[in-house]
């Protein structure tokens, strides 16, 4: 039974509406979104009360006015607060896919900004001023740094293989190993995205050893292409054998048939100089003769969200008048993104200090000691009763479906509370302004010094303060 007594108290909307708090919030807000907020505050309070669950015998506080001027304010708050946030990324996984993947150099976010607040010569060529095309403030840059006769960007990797399978293997069997028929995550696998552009999988070998023969002997006059996927997120280790691209490409120019390379990360500087497991690069894989090469501009590029096809000019004519690259097209920010980031790229001293990604992979112990202890002095002094601290050598991770088990060691500074479970502070740190991310082992948190930004370390610490000092509450 609701209470009906209780329900008396409720102060009507004109009561309520004529306060000088809400004339206050009248300055900031329109009269409309504030009415809203005072009439969704006063129906969740009469739901309460015919829910029974509000007379607890203490006073009904909640019905007091200054809290319900509290909920309103707060309904409005949250309406106007982003959706979309800040986070402070102390995982260490440095091209972490649900965190937006790879920073912007600031070259990149110049451009970004000049693209996106004012006109540009997106689709106008200059020099005559008849219609140009998006893709040309790409396409020399791309041939130049890699060597391919042509290239393209599209939206993404994943629209890149679809268009590239699409333009060469319509209706016709696409070759492909078993060890590499991948899902990446986010439902992009290899075997559907294959099945979306209209091509017949034809998979062979077993899950841990393909074989030259095995290409061979499936190539029949309905074969379309040979694609070599990169294993990308997993390792197959122990009794194992890839079919190299190089033989790929042989056995493609001996029967005539065309080769794609879905590369996935794709890097166009060597990651052995960063202490990581070598990987074959774009250039050398350009090099080797490949007909089409698809990879992301967000991976280890360090770009925006989007995704490179090089490769043979008829080929790349072919999918730029495809209407399905119409659909997946690149947009202005990430054009002009994307051309800062690969300028960086003409000097590669400037790329590994410019581009972020590369930055925080080739960061060295030294700096992160520095960095790790840097925050330590912060915390200690302020936590020394709440939470054990100290610096730790840990290692974070390539991310963004590259380099599975590299060994990036790294300085992470680990947090153990003496007042609250340490999944709450991780909670509370998560929901805060900026949210921190990090990672809970043993009981403990783990912050890893390679993903700051720099001079991060004292914004970190201050919502690590915040949390222990009480101030963010769930
Ligand atoms: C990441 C990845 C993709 C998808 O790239 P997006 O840019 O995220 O669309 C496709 N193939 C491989 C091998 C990948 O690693």
Redesign the pocket.
């Known amino acids: 039974m609701p209470d009906n007594k209780l329900l008396r108290q409720i102060p009507t909307v004109n009561e309520i509406i004529d306060s000088p708090e809400i004339a206050k919030m009248l300055e900031n807000y329109s009269r409309e979104l504030v009415l809203e907020a005072v009439r969704g505050v006063l129906a969740l309070t009469r739901l309460k009360i015919a829910n029974g669950n509000s007379t607890t015998d203490d006073n009904i506080g909640w019905l007091k006015k200054d809290v319900l001027f509290k909920e309103i304010s707060g309904y409005l708050d949250t309406l106007f607060r982003p959706s979309l946030r800040r986070v402070i990324n102390a995982t260490g996984v440095v091209l972490h896919?649900n965190l937006g993947?790879a920073n912007l150099s600031l070259s990149a976010v110049e451009a970004v900004k000049m693209a996106a607040s004012g006109y540009s010569n997106l689709e106008i060529n200059l020099f005559d001023g008849q219609r140009g095309s998006r893709y040309a403030h790409l396409e020399k840059l791309l041939a130049r740094l890699t060597g391919a006769e042509a290239a393209l960007a599209v939206?993404?990797?994943?629209?890149?293989?679809l268009l590239s399978i699409g333009a060469l293997a319509k209706n016709k069997e696409v070759i492909v190993s078993r060890g590499q028929l991948?899902e990446?995550?986010?439902s992009?696998r290899?075997p559907e995205?294959m099945e979306q552009s209209g091509a017949i999988i034809k998979e062979i070998g077993t899950t841990n050893r393909t074989h030259p023969a095995d290409y061979q002997n499936a190539i029949n006059e309905n074969t379309g292409l040979l694609l070599y996927?990169?294993?990308?997120?997993y390792k197959i280790i122990g009794f194992t054998k890839e079919t190299s691209i190089k033989q790929l490409v042989e056995i493609g120019n001996a029967s005539g048939i065309p080769v794609v390379c879905?590369?996935?990360?794709g890097s166009l500087v060597e990651m052995e100089q960063f202490g990581l497991p070598s990987e074959i690069t774009v250039q050398e894989i350009v090099n080797s003769g490949v007909d089409l090469i698809?990879?992301?501009?967000?991976?280890l590029l360090g770009g925006p969200?989007?995704?490179i096809i090089l490769g043979k000019s008829d080929l790349i004519e072919k999918i730029k008048k495809n209407p399905l690259t119409r659909a997946v097209r690149i947009d202005k920010m990430a054009v002009a993104a994307l051309e800062a980031t690969l300028r960086e790229y003409l000097d590669l001293k400037n790329a590994v200090q410019n581009i972020p990604v590369l930055k925080m992979l080739a960061a060295d112990e030294k700096q992160l000691k520095i960095r790790a202890e840097i925050l330590l002095d912060l915390l200690s002094s302020e936590l020394s009763l709440k939470a054990d601290v100290s610096v730790e050598i840990g290692i974070s991770a390539v991310g963004?479906?590259?380099m599975p088990g590299a060994d990036l060691s790294s300085r992470l500074v680990a947090l153990k509370p003496k007042t609250h479970s340490p999944s709450l502070v991780a909670n509370l740190l998560r929901q805060g302004i900026p949210s921190v991310l990090c990672q809970l082992k043993d009981n403990r948190l783990l912050f890893d010094m390679r993903t700051l930004l720099e001079g991060e370390e004292a914004q970190l610490a201050e919502a690590i303060i915040n949390v222990f000092s009480g101030e963010i509450t769930p």
Request: a neutral charge; glycine letters at 18%.
């Open positions: 896919t993947r939206n993404n990797n994943a629209a890149a293989v991948v990446i995550g986010g992009f290899i995205v996927v990169h294993s990308s997120n879905d590369l996935g990360s698809t990879f992301s501009g967000d991976k969200q989007s995704g963004g479906g590259a």
